[in-house]
């Protein structure tokens, strides 16, 4: 098993910038595929951003450009630098994970295996 921690999240004005940290423990050598979601009332769970092991990184439309992804090299901790918010990047982000053998892609509906308890982004205008 592993477990998710997140930290970083925030209150930011418009046009500012927020890190966000994710730390793994447990069974992390068993770490492909790390990335972010992020969820608000109104609407699904949806794919933010994710780097796999071997640094192939993937970027929804809506924040390519913005928000870029990294990782250490023992795949403990991974980061979320989001530059240029926006009102509607306002959501609970999770970080999450995939284990060597689990099928993942951006798309899918059920997301990644193991999951953070989420930190809150407010982006005021």
């Known amino acids: 098993q592993v477990q998710l921690v997140e930290s970083g999240g925030g209150l930011v004005q418009v046009g500012g910038s927020l890190r966000l940290s994710c730390t793994a423990s447990g069974s992390i050598f068993n770490i492909n595929i790390m990335g972010w979601y992020r969820q608000t009332p109104s609407q699904q769970r949806e794919f933010v951003a994710s780097i796999s092991s071997s640094g192939n990184t993937n970027y929804a439309d809506s924040v390519k450009g913005r928000f870029t992804i990294s990782r250490d090299n023992t795949r403990t901790t991974w980061s979320l630098q989001m530059n240029g918010l926006k009102p509607e990047d306002t959501a609970v982000y999770y970080c999450?994970?995939?284990?060597?053998?689990?099928?993942?892609?951006?798309?899918?509906?059920?997301?990644?295996?193991?999951w953070g308890k989420g930190t809150q982004i407010t982006v005021s205008s």
């Open positions: 999450a994970a995939v284990p060597y053998g689990s099928t993942w892609y951006p798309k899918k509906k059920e997301g990644m295996d193991y």
